[in-house]
């Protein structure tokens, strides 16, 4: 079974960090990318953050490029991703996923819980 367990979020002051961790199962890690979405109240689910499994090369949204770094344990089938400086904008539920290379398609069109992330101001 495809499974993704994400963790870490919580409530910071704008200025903040957070690293959030997702753990995949119930297939192969390195067969695809591993991206990091975010989801706010009233609007899309938005990619902001991806990996390539294999190379290590990433990817970042505009909106939170120098303020995000996406990383892996490949070892332990885990994606993190470390949030800094952070926005009350950036304030929305995060989701990992497995995602073709070069895009934010979900392989398995599923999601898990995701981890909650507020920012205040």
């Known amino acids: 079974q495809v499974q993704q367990v994400e963790s870490g979020g919580g409530s910071v002051q704008a200025g903040g960090s957070l690293r959030l961790s997702c753990v995949a199962s119930?297939?192969?890690?390195?067969?695809?990318?591993m991206g990091w979405f975010r989801q706010a109240p009233g609007k899309e689910r938005e990619g902001v953050a991806r990996?390539?499994?294999?190379?290590?090369?990433?990817y970042y949204a505009d909106s939170v490029k120098g303020r995000f770094t996406i990383s892996q344990d490949r070892a332990k089938n885990t994606v993190y991703l470390q949030m800094n400086n952070l926005k009350p904008e950036d304030t929305a539920k995060y989701y990992c996923?497995?995602?073709?290379?070069?895009?934010?398609?979900?392989?398995?069109?599923?999601w898990g819980q995701g981890t909650q992330v507020t920012v205040s101001s």
């Open positions: 990996i390539n499994t294999i190379s290590g090369l990433t």
């Open positions: 119930g297939y192969s890690y390195s067969l695809y990318c």
């Open positions: 996923a497995a995602v073709f290379c070069g895009s934010w398609s979900n392989v398995y069109q599923d």
